[in-house]
C-alpha cells in the first residue's frame, strides 16, 4: 500500500529527521562526485557526465522545492524562516553549488555544451517559480479583467528578465 506523500510532508520528514537526514544530504554531492569519477577514470565518460549532471539536476529540484516551499507558508501566514533552521534553508543552494563543484572538477574545460543545458533546467525552475507565485496570488477576477494576453506579456517579461540575469551569471 503506497501513502501519497505531499511536499510539505516530505519537507517535515526531511526536517525531523534531524542531524543524520542532514548529513546524508551534505555528503550526496560526495557521493556523486566519487561515483562520476570512477566512471570517467574506467573510460565511461558519457555515464560519468549523466551522473555529475544528475547532481546538478538534484539541486535545482531542491531550488525549486524550496522557493514553492516558501511562497506557500508565506501565503498561508506561516513563517519558514522562523521555524525552520537556517541551514536547511541553505541546503538547497549548497546542493546546487556542490552540484556544479562536482561537474568542474570530473569534467575540468570548457563546457558551453553542458552549460546550455544547465541554463536550460534553470529557466525551468524559473519558469515554474514564476508560474507557481502569480497563480497561487492571483485571483481568477484578475485574469478576466486583465486578460490572458496581458498576463501572458507579464509572465515573459518576468521569465526574461530573470533569464538574463541568470545567463549572466553561468
Known amino acids: 500500500m503506497v501513502l501519497p506523500v505531499s511536499i510539505a510532508d516530505l519537507m517535515r520528514a526531511l526536517v525531523d529527521g534531524g542531524t543524520a537526514t542532514l548529513a546524508i544530504i551534505v555528503l550526496l554531492p560526495v557521493a556523486v562526485g566519487l561515483a562520476s569519477w570512477q566512471l570517467a577514470k574506467r573510460q565511461q565518460g558519457r555515464a560519468s557526465q549523466l551522473v555529475a549532471n544528475a547532481g546538478i539536476a538534484v539541486g535545482l529540484m531542491a531550488m525549486l522545492v524550496l522557493l514553492c516551499t516558501l511562497l506557500w507558508a508565506s501565503e498561508h501566514g506561516m513563517s ?62 484578475m485574469l478576466v479583467h486583465t486578460g490572458v494576453l496581458g498576463l501572458l506579456l507579464f509572465i515573459a517579461a518576468l521569465v526574461g528578465i530573470l533569464y538574463f540575469l541568470m545567463r549572466k551569471a553561468i
Not at 541553505?90 to 552540484?99: E, S
Open 80 to 141: 519558514v524562516v522562523e521555524d525552520v533552521g537556517v541551514v536547511w534553508l541553505l541546503v538547497p543552494v549548497y546542493l546546487v553549488v556542490a552540484g556544479f563543484v562536482v561537474e568542474n572538477w570530473v569534467h575540468p574545460g570548457h563546457q558551453e555544451g553542458i552549460r546550455a543545458q544547465i541554463r536550460g533546467g534553470v529557466l525551468i525552475v524559473i519558469v515554474l517559480t514564476v508560474l507557481y507565485w502569480l497563480l497561487s496570488r492571483m485571483r481568477i477576477w
